[in-house]
């Protein structure tokens, strides 16, 4: 009778715990449905730009399924620089010149494993391999390494700051607070900076380890990828507190991890996006992880500057200075204290 007792009120604890209910069912659907469509996504077909190729060897090409687009030698190049394409193949003198964008060795290896299919077909001539970016035994961990580190910046912040801020308010520290003469956005800005200066410590040491430690591939400025990673932690930092507003215990922050951070694994890059649909493509321009693993990837592995990431920049400044006023808001709504 006790046990029944113990399992009762736990029942009727979670049929009042509306929210937990819908999170418990919901979250899992979503993140399988994200999972359907990323595994159940279309082969990945690789785009070769060509110039003064044989017709013969250019067939051979799209009979793999390859998407050849012709170009001339003075577009070539800013095609490859801008990763529309994942290889160009030009042919001076009879011999085939191939030079990758490098970025990626799994879309390296599909362009090389189809070029050598068509080779043995038509000319059995070496051709000439070079790399715009990475380099020939580049490893996965290399190619991913920028995503993960923008991922666990976000990831780690966003759970010190939620789960501090829900201590805040359930403890009732934030309620004598708002006692005093203070008003409620300084608040806010006062819990942002006092944690963003640790976040920001966190994130700048997870940065230079991965980076002068782990040996990740590093061509481009420090100083730009510290100012990313900054900006990831002050943007999940923002994104905890305003969950921590919605959340009424630890359980159901977790349950916020499940829709809040786990879709946007999915968009961050660790998947290829171009074998999904287009609609689907276009959900990742909503997600904050999308422009930081985008804006590390260009630093790290392509060694770009500030011209190439000050969209990003932009960007995550936006959904950073959004995030902080939503939560000001959210919080006189949310919260009746």
Known sequence: MKMRAVMMRILLQLKHDKRTMVLMIFAPILVLTMMSFIFNGSDYHPKIGIINAPMSFVNKLEDSDAKVIRYDENTSYEALKRSKIDAMINFKSGIPQIELEGSDPAKNNAVLVLVQKAMQQTTQIVPEITYLYGYENMSSFDNFGPILIGFFVFFFVFLISAFSFLGELTSGT????????????????????????????????????????????????????????????????SLGTLISIFADNELQVIQFIQIILVPQVFFSGLFDLSTMAPWLQAIGRFMPLWYIADALRNIMIRGKGWSDIAMNVLILTIICVFLVIANILTLKKYRKI
């Open 174 to 237: 934030l309620e004598r607070l708002l006692s005093t003469p203070l008003h409620r956005w300084e608040i806010i800005m006062g819990y942002i900076l006092g944690f963003g200066v640790f976040t920001i410590i966190q994130s700048a040491l997870i940065a230079w380890y991965s980076i002068h430690v782990l040996k990740i591939m590093m061509v481009g400025s420090f100083g730009f990828v510290l100012l990313i990673t900054i900006l990831t932690a002050l943007i999940a930092l």
